[in-house]
Every structure is written in C-alpha cells, then in structure tokens.
C-alpha cells in the first residue's frame, strides 16, 4: 500500500466547502451564542482528577443533591474499597465504559448517533466521551480483586471473560455519579473505570459529609461540561523565534489551559496570511514516534514532513496537540501495544481497554486557530474524522492536502487498519 508512495506525497483534493472570509476573535473574547466561561468548574474538576490520580476517593454529587464516592480502579486496593464502604456504608460497584462491557460480554454496542439537541461545542466532545457507561454489581459488592479483572485487561489475560458469580449490569443513567466517575478516570487518562458506593441516608449535605471527611467534592454536571469549558478558557501564555532545521522563520506560541493541564503549541513557520486558507496540520502527541523515532506508527515522519512541506510551500501552521494516544495518554497507549503484541490491531486494543478508537478532540485546536487569526485551513491530513471535527469546530477546511508516508516494516499493519477501519485516506 504505501512501498510504491513517494516520501511525501503532497496531492490535493478540493473540497466542496468555501473559504470563510477572516472573523479573528481578539483573545480571550467568547465567541457569541456561548455560554460564558466557568473557570470554577475548571478548576474543581482538575481537582478532582488529579486527587483520583493520587489514589484518592473523590465525592460526587448529583444534580439532586445525593453524593457518593469514588475511586479509580487504577490505583485502588483492598484498603481504598474498605474504606469507600466505611465512609458510605454502601456497597462498591465497578462502572466501566460500554465499550469495555461490550468486550466482556455484558452489553451491545451503542451506536455513534449524537442524542438529543447538542450545541456544535458539546457534538464535538460527545465521541471523545464514549458511548456511555455500565454498572457492575453483585450481591455483597465487588472486591477490589474483581473489579481490578473485571476492568483491566492485562490482569490475568488467561482468565479474562470469566465473570463473578451473581453480576449485574446496569445501564448508568447518562449525566450520573456513575457516569461522573468513569469520565473522570478517562480525563485523567488513567484506565476508563471507577469504583463507586453511594452515601446511605445520614441527613447529611453533600459539602457537609464531604467536608467531614477531608474528601474533594465535584459536582457530576461540571464533569460532563469540563471539555467544553477547558477549552474556552486557553490563552496564549508564551511565545518565541525558534529557527528549525529547514524552517529558520518559525515562531512557537504555547496555550495554556485554566486548569493546569498540559499546553498545545502553535508552530507557524514562515508569514501566513490570516486573510486567506493557511497550510495547516493538526499533529496529536506521539513521545513514542515524535521524540523517540518509533517505528510503530507513522508519527515521526509525519511530523517532520510537514515542517518541510510547509517551509516548502512557503508558510503555514502545525499545531501539537497534547492529546497522546488518539487521546488516551501515553500509559495507556502503551498498554494498547501490549495487546497489540497479542495479536489485535490499534482500534480493537483501545477498545478492549474500555476506550473509543479515537478519542480526541479537536476544540482545542480550533480555537488556537481561532485566536492566530485563521479561520479557513488547507488541512494536511488522511484522516477524514479531522476535515469533519474541524468544520464542525468552525474552521473553514477548503481543501485536503494528502499527508502520506512509506511504510517501514514495522507499521504496515498499523496502516493497513487506520484505511481499513478508521477510513484513512491512503
Ligand atoms: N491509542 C493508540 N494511539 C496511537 C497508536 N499509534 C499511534 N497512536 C497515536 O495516534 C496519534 C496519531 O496522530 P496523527 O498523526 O495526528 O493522526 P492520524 O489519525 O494518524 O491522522 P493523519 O496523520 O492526520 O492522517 C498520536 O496521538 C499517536 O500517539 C496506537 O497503536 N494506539
Ligand atoms: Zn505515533
């Protein structure tokens, strides 16, 4: 497929779509028809998932004002889960994503339609969310041990789909504490599953109850809004000339997010045009491929390749999303290659970690755009998900340029999936 390509092959494909006339929006202005932006819900959410990260239990409240606890399967032992009963007085439930219940057999597949009436905004962050999440129970509560089989793949492969006596499962009401809390271990980037009780009836607040026992307490609305509001509130914090090799006029401008998460890079090289479509790749973080040469993706080569590209076409932008692992993080991407290296390709092995095949977003990315002064893109990609996410971000995409790279003997079933199954334009 890729043996009789040349190093880069840059053809072009129009697109139906016009370009947009410039509508730059001065920096750290909302764009109309947004809600505005709560950085205080920024915040307790980042709170939140850097306390499940430690290991912590986290309290959730529901909109009805009812709380419960929450662990991460990750980093819970038997103490985390004696103590989550100590501190409820419920019984601990695994939640794990549909699709992780899907691959042990306990549910069906939900299907990629967007429910209800969703803002562009939240359309664009509702594949990054998964398909839903599903309760595990069982008389007695599970044990640590369970959920640690239940939920994580590379504990003993050998006895995997082998469930507990006496489990149910539950569809978890979309917007819940259950719901909360498995999306909070995914924006942690730390396996998609939570341990969870509920607090028996004492008459106590949330905050009350919360307080009481030192526990951080998030609301599970401010979970389900977080992506969408993280990205409003990214601001241009930094930038500098960085001369590259083959690309001496280049200036990198670093955004940083509310929350204290990672910053994405804006590499323009040369003078683009803000009045007219700007050569543009949307490059996710590879350490892997980027920084270490891998020779399992295709990733270093791409992201050298259009540095040329553009420096040859004369100017234009790469952005470097913070976004590892088609959005899982590096941890799991490299439990992704484990399984790999058991014989599934990269969609099935995101899947049987409990995540979508692709789970980024790209807001982040428009709206870094937006705040360069671009609103229409040549976009330098195969990827047909990225022209979609774009457009639908409210980026002009006036054209596909071909971003294609020969295989090297070790990716070609890497590349073979991505055009057979993520629909790559090869
Ligand atoms: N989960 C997972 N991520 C991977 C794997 N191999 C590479 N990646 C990640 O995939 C992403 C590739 O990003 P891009 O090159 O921007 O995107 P793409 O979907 O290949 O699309 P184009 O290159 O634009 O055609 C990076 O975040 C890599 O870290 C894998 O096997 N599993
Ligand atoms: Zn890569």
Redesign the pocket.
Known sequence: MHAESSPASTSTARLSAPAASANAVPIGAAQSGRAPIDEAVVRAVDRALAALRRGEVVAIESADGTVGAAVSVESVGTDAVARLKDLTGGLPRLVVTRRRAVVLGLARPRSAEPVGDLSDDQAAVESSEGFGAMVLDRPGGLTAGQAHELADPEQHPESQGVLPAGLSVAEAVPGSREAAAVDLARLARLLPAAITADLAGTGQTAAGWAAEHDLLLVRAADIADYRVHVVRTLRRVADARVPLAGAENTRIYAFRPADGGPEHLAIVIGDPDPGRPVLA??????????LLGSL????GD??RGAIAEIARQGSGVLLY?A??????G?V??LR??RI?DRGFD?VD??EILG?E??E?VYLPAAEMLRQLGFSAVR?????P??LRQLARCGIAVVERVA??FPANGHNEA?LRT?AER?G??F
């Not at 976009?379 to 990827?383: A, E, K, S, Y």
């Open positions: 790749r949307l490059h996710s973080e590879c350490f892997t491929g980027d399992r993706c295709d990733c791409q992201l999303l976004q590892e692992g088609r959005g899982i590096l799991n991407k992704a290659y790999q990269t092995a995101n995540f095949a692709d980024r976009l330098m990609t195969n990827n998900e990225k971003h294609i890497y991505k993520s790559h334009m």
